[in-house]
């Protein structure tokens, strides 16, 4: 506990952390990870877990987190009035919301994590036919992020790109705005002793993709076609969706009308306990995203020690640092140069195995929970 000199020890502070989407996507792993952290030694807090999933509170038994399940949990209601009531009937100081939006009605404090501004974008960017829940979500999401992000004593964000967006396009006070760095699970990932090294056959490529366009997979098939015709021999995994998302999105015709039907592999959705298997499997992680908050798993490939080529924009240069090839996402012809120099240049992919292995090592949730709870303690304590 970290003392204040001019009023002794911080007190306890009863903080509320809403863990509902825990290990569901990067919000969920953030989520989950955090919570995990934080109930791992004293931090002066006592931890409240809103909505946690059984998974969540199996790691936490015995463990001092308590466990509280508010209802509705229909997204909406459940951030505007579940979690705001269940605080004053707690008598939290603090409610964490950790999924871009807040309650905008109640006077209940609270600190809010705000990934990213992409609920700016047009719902068309971000999903192919979406459903009429869809459609509400977006349009809740639209409106309540940046009434959250002012109506916040503090806002959390994972990278100086994604808090430059907020501080633009939310008109926030960026002295409220701080960056807390998300972690990686180091030894969650860390390549088994005797894992089979690559072989004489095809050069096996992974890259993580989705329907939603900043995932850029049109493009990926585009490297694809660069590589082909470079000579190489080569498989290309694609992970991240189900095909059948992929073929309504017209990317799997794309890939036969472009002649590299054969050498992708669309294998759908991964499962986190199947998740570091990808990358051992994999001779090079390809992850030309045209956009990220921050960029997970750019730091799981480099924990795992496999080679990444990334793109040179939005918040991923501030992850991968001098560890990974960087790449225009736009120009395939250059990616696919990149990665082609890469691989007729072994030393230099063992050089950035190297380096991601030490960087992933910067990145821990320890760190994100110590800068998390700092922080609770300098929004309680600020506007007491």
């Known amino acids: 506990m970290t003392p204040n000199p001019k009023t002794g020890p911080a007190r306890v502070l009863r903080i509320g952390l809403d863990a509902r989407l825990a290990f569901r996507r990067g919000v969920g792993t953030y989520a989950a990870?955090?919570?995990?952290?934080?109930?791992?030694?004293?931090?002066?807090?006592?931890?409240?877990?809103?909505?946690?999933?059984?998974?969540?509170?199996?790691?936490?038994?015995?463990?001092?987190?308590?466990?509280?399940?508010?209802?509705?949990?229909?997204?909406?209601?459940?951030?505007?009035?579940a979690l705001p009531a269940l605080a004053r009937r707690e008598r939290l100081d603090l409610l964490h919301y950790t999924d871009n939006t807040a309650s905008v009605f109640w006077e209940t404090p609270y600190v809010l994590t705000l990934h990213d501004t992409m609920m700016t974008r047009p719902l068309s960017e971000t999903v192919d036919h979406p459903t009429f829940r869809q459609r509400f979500l977006f349009l809740y999401k639209r409106w309540a992020a940046p009434e959250s992000a002012r109506g916040a004593r503090m806002v959390v964000t994972i990278s100086k790109f994604s808090k430059d967006s907020i501080v633009r396009k939310f008109s926030v006070d960026p002295d409220r705005v701080r960056v807390v760095p998300e972690g990686v699970e180091v030894e969650a990932y860390r390549r088994p002793a005797g894992w089979p090294k690559p072989g004489a056959?095809?050069?096996?490529?992974?890259a993580q993709g989705a329907v939603d366009p900043r995932k850029n997979v049109p493009n990926i098939l585009r490297t694809a076609q660069v590589l082909k015709r470079g000579g190489i021999s080569f498989r290309l995994r694609i992970i991240g969706a189900p095909r059948e998302e992929f073929e309504r999105a017209g990317y799997v015709a794309l890939a036969q009308k472009w002649g590299v039907a054969n050498e992708v592999e669309w294998a759908g959705w991964v499962g986190a306990d199947q998740l570091a298997r990808q990358y051992w499997d994999a001779d090079l992680f390809f992850y030309p995203s045209l956009w990220e908050g921050f960029g997970l798993p750019v730091l799981e490939a480099f924990a795992a020690g496999t080679p990444v080529v990334t793109s040179n924009g939005s918040s991923l240069p501030e992850v991968a640092g001098d560890a990974a090839l960087l790449v225009r996402p736009d120009d395939p012809e250059a990616m696919g140069a990149g990665i082609l120099g890469l691989l007729k240049r072994p030393a230099r992919l063992r050089a950035f195995a190297a380096k991601g292995i030490r960087r992933a090592k910067s990145f821990t949730w320890e760190a994100t929970a110590d800068l998390t709870a700092a922080l609770y303690h300098e929004a309680a304590e600020g506007f007491r």
């Open 33 to 81: 990870q955090l919570a995990l952290a934080l109930a791992e030694r004293e931090r002066g807090l006592e931890l409240f877990l809103l909505s946690a999933p059984p998974e969540l509170k199996e790691l936490l038994k015995g463990s001092k987190a308590q466990f509280r399940d508010p209802s509705p949990r229909q997204p909406a209601l459940y951030e505007q009035t």
């Open 201 to 206: 056959g095809p050069v096996r490529l992974l």
